[in-house]
């Protein structure tokens, strides 16, 4: 089924042999219904510049540019993709941009100043599941705020987004929670079943959908990185322990806080005047 005039997409795997790579962490998503989704989930695309990484064979590609997003860069490491991209982009004239390379080389303020001619950025992506938890960190973490994109719709293992949106007193919560919620307000918006892609996942996967905040509480994002790196490296042991290459007990009681507890119990705020405490 093709819903966009472009041959469908296991004609499309088959004809350039498209075999997803276990190396590169690879699972294609097929479902139309599910590529459509996931565009719509990241609201109007009409006057966007989308990023997207690891287009693969090009469903969700196809999927944001029949949604009408005004201009897709892709960025693909797997070069037997680009044949098939290519075709895509030949389809909609001038309004998708392949990028051939690595994503954790990518400078991606810079790639979205020179792509979105001053326009709105979005990053929408079925990042590939070996790299994913890393994207995100460095997209949290960039150092201008607030950041080059106005939103990130991303597809991860439902355990990572679990950790994502995870609230201070559950398991899930830890150091991608803290710097998540500092920065963002981010939900999962739905999940997606194995038996969507090729080949199945063992895990059900899950669609996070992030909003930047305005005015995220004041703090230095590197210290943050390294307090919140600390306390949840030994989050069974009490925070004096556990921080304690940061200034321990001492730390804490600048910070306001027990220095009995643990980790998973601090707020985002919390952990934003520890980490100025330091």
Known sequence: MSIDGLPP????????????????GQNFLLDLNLTGKIARAAGDLTETTVIEVGPGPGGLTRALLFSGARRVVAIERDERCLEALAQVSNHYPGRLEIIPGDALKTDFSSLAEAASEGGQVKIVANLPYNIGTELLIRWLTVTAWPPFYASMTLMFQREVAERIVAAPGSD????????AGWRTEARIAFDVPPQAFT????????????????????????????????????????????????????LLTRAGIDPTRRAETLSVEEFVRLTNAV
């Open 9 to 24: 997409l296991r004609e499309v795997i088959e004809r350039h042999g498209l075999q997803a790579k276990k190396a590169l």
């Open 172 to 179: 899930a919560y830890g150091r991608l929670g803290v710097l």
């Open 199 to 250: 080949p199945p996942p063992k895990v059900t996967s899950s669609v996070v959908h992030l909003v930047p905040r305005t005015s995220p509480l004041p703090t230095d994002v590197k210290k943050l990185g390294r307090a919140t790196e600390a306390a949840f490296g030994q989050r069974r042991k009490m925070l004096r322990q556990s921080v304690k290459s940061l200034g321990g007990e001492a």
